[in-house]
Structure formats: structure tokens, C-alpha cells
């Protein structure tokens, strides 16, 4: 299985802060990254697909870059409504695997 | 629009099986995508288990390839899901997502429902 590792696990930024989380993954998955966000007691909500495309109705602070093993998620200008838990989530091969989470709270 | 809704026991003994519904509305689960399964367990972290796809065809996590089977009534517009002699570890919340073919990622998922096994 492809092993995602996500860093940092949590993290405190302030509100207007760029926040960036981290993902890479033990083999190339060819771009076939995306990114999540989750909310306490909600399912989570797609972000990122493939690397780099945003999501249909996802503001535009929210982006992704990242390509061959390394992949990362970028918050241009923090806002409050961004506290949540973030995931990020390999394609490249079956069985899918998720990284670990980065917990994102105000600090 | 797309809506997809799980429905489970909420309590199942150890050993037992456990039985969840995905109900989709508002698409046909066999005119496109994969209709899968993905948990969350205690924690947080979470498994891709398996998924349908539009045409029947099935693709199961190998960690839970002897247990596991997901088998849909298209005249329900609904999949199913069916993991054999559940333990402890089973305990989860359980969510119900749509692939989406080329783009490569989940555009719905269910609420989800909390699973837990007990005696």
C-alpha cells in the first residue's frame, strides 16, 4: 500500500496567516491527489482534485501544488471559517490511502 | 441534486455481520461512477473499503478482502454494504461517497453513520 505521510499533524495560524499542510506519499502517484476538509460531526468536503484543480464551489484561497511524490495544500489568507481538519488522499493506486490529517485551529 | 444517505443497526455484536444501506437520490448508480464505502475510525483516521462501480464491478481494500462485500438493488437506487465477523476494531463511523471517474476524487458523500460493536 501507498503510505501517505501528512505533516504537520496540527497546527495553530492566526487569522489572514497563509497556512501550508504537506503530503508525500512513498512512491509517485502521478498527481492523483486531492484534499479534504473535515468538520466536527461532518462529512468531509472535497477541496483538491487531481493536485491542482479546485473544487467546484471552494474559494479561491484554497490551492494545490504538488506532483511525482510531494504534494501540498496552501491557504493564501486564513479565515475563521478554515478551522478544521484537513486530509489528504492518494489515487495512484488501489488500495486508496489517506493521510493521517492536519488538525488547523485559531491561534 | 445528488444526495446520498446511510442507514445501518448502529449496534452489532462481535462476530456478527454488519449491513449498511447507501440510499442515492437525485443520480442513478448505474449510469456513472463508483459507489463506495470509507470509514472513519476513533481517532480520525480513515479507510477506503471498497466500492460498486455504475456497471457492477466491485474493488475491495485487501486488508478486508475475505470479509467484505458490496453488492447494490439498482431498482432501490441504493449499494450495500456487508463485512463478515466484525470485531471491536470495526467500530466507526461509516460514510457512503461517490468517485467520480478522470478527476479522481469523492464530489458527495453521505452524513454518515456511527457503527459500533459491542457485546
Known amino acids: 500500500d501507498i503510505k501517505m505521510t501528512q505533516s504537520p499533524s496540527s497546527m495553530y495560524a492566526s487569522l489572514g496567516e497563509r497556512v501550508t499542510i504537506t503530503c508525500k506519499a512513498s512512491?509517485?502517484?502521478?498527481?492523483?491527489l486531492s484534499w479534504y476538509q473535515q468538520k466536527p460531526w461532518k462529512s468531509p468536503k472535497t477541496l483538491i482534485y487531481?493536485?491542482?484543480s479546485l473544487a467546484d464551489g471552494v474559494p479561491s484561497r484554497f490551492s494545490g501544488s504538488g506532483s511525482g511524490q510531494d504534494y501540498s495544500l496552501t491557504i493564501s489568507s486564513l479565515e475563521s471559517d478554515d478551522t478544521a481538519t484537513y486530509y489528504c488522499l492518494q489515487h495512484g493506486e488501489s488500495p486508496l490511502t489517506f493521510g493521517a490529517g492536519t488538525k488547523l485551529e485559531l491561534k | 441534486d445528488v444526495q446520498l444517505q446511510e442507514s445501518g443497526p448502529g449496534l452489532v455484536k462481535p462476530s456478527q455481520s454488519l449491513s449498511l444501506t447507501c440510499t442515492v437520490t437525485g443520480y442513478s448508480i448505474t449510469s456513472d461512477y463508483a459507489w463506495n464505502w470509507i470509514r472513519q475510525f476513533p481517532g480520525n483516521k480513515l479507510e477506503w473499503m471498497g466500492y460498486?462501480?455504475?456497471?457492477?464491478?466491485?474493488s475491495y481494500n485487501p486488508s478486508l478482502k475475505s470479509r467484505i462485500s458490496i453488492t447494490r438493488d439498482t431498482s432501490k437506487n441504493q449499494f450495500f454494504l456487508q463485512l463478515n465477523s466484525v470485531t471491536t476494531e470495526d467500530t466507526a463511523t461509516y460514510y457512503c461517497?461517490?468517485?467520480?471517474?478522470?478527476?479522481?476524487?469523492?464530489?458527495?458523500w453521505g452524513q454518515g453513520t456511527t457503527l459500533t460493536v459491542s457485546s
Open positions: 512512491q509517485d502517484i502521478k498527481s492523483y
Open positions: 461517497a461517490r468517485y467520480r471517474y478522470g478527476s479522481s476524487y469523492f464530489d458527495y
Open positions: 460498486i462501480s455504475y456497471s457492477g464491478s466491485t
Open positions: 487531481y493536485a491542482t
